[in-house]
């Protein structure tokens, strides 16, 4: 069975300090998505990654860093936690980067819900 | 940036009635793809149609797609109280990332 999985499911934290998310996904993905996810906003992405150690700027990468140091694991970093960045974080993992359009699959973590005070 | 965006934004049905939700997108596309989400949880892909499919069944579902009119429809049939969720559609970007539309937020009560 598929799986993606998120560190945390739910996170509080303070003003300024340095958060880690982290994603693990066991299916040999190359590609792997941060997106956050706000009510009247939709799904925004973040950061994304096709490879170990690569990286590429999604929408929306302000205040954010990722680090893929193993082709399973994509992390995302808040440097200094703001409360603008209280909100819904998903992963997601798929297939074959510019062959998305063949028709792979993104499967989702279950989402880290960070709340900063 | 987001192509699709779901028509209605929200869905009030009972339980047996058949659900409805519409999808419109911007650009060319080579599949689209409807995902389901649970309250506060992550996304459930439910049904990829590809740009040369017109109409796609799985279970209860049915999407059609309509290339001419960039838009999509998500059918389910015989509701249950657990189909209540938000559903998306969502296209392919430039950069292999999925671009969401909104959400059609459907609730079904028993």
């Known amino acids: 069975d598929v799986k993606v999985t998120q560190s945390s499911r739910y996170l509080v934290k303070r003003t300024g300090e340095k958060v880690f998310l982290e994603c693990v996904q066991d299916m040999d993905h190359e590609n792997m998505f941060w997106y956050r996810q706000d009510p009247g906003l939709g799904l925004r992405l973040i950061y994304f990654?096709?490879?170990?150690?690569?990286?590429e700027k999604g929408d929306i990468p302000e205040g954010y860093s990722v680090s893929r140091e193993k082709k399973e694991r994509f992390s995302l970093i808040l440097e200094s936690a703001s409360t603008n960045q209280t909100s819904m974080y998903l992963c997601?993992?798929?297939?074959?980067?510019?062959?998305?359009?063949?028709?792979?699959?993104?499967?989702f973590g279950p989402g880290t819900r960070l709340l900063v005070l | 940036s987001q192509q699709g965006e779901e028509d209605p934004q929200a869905l009030s049905i009972q339980e047996g009635e058949n659900a409805t939700m519409n999808c419109s997108y911007k650009?060319?596309?080579?599949?689209l793809q409807w995902y389901r989400q649970n309250s506060g949880r992550g996304l459930v892909h439910l049904i990829l149609i590809r740009s040369n499919e017109r109409e796609k069944h799985s279970g209860r579902l049915r999407v059609t797609l309509d290339t001419s009119k960039k838009s999509s429809s998500l059918l389910i049939t015989a509701s249950r109280a657990a189909d209540t969720a938000s559903y998306f559609c969502a296209t392919i970007g430039s950069q292999g990332n999925l671009i969401f539309g909104k959400g059609t937020k459907l609730s079904v009560k028993p």
């Open positions: 990654s096709y490879d170990v150690k690569m990286k």
């Open positions: 650009t060319s596309i080579n599949n």
């Open positions: 997601a993992s798929s297939l074959l980067f510019g062959k998305a359009g063949e028709g792979e699959t993104q499967y």
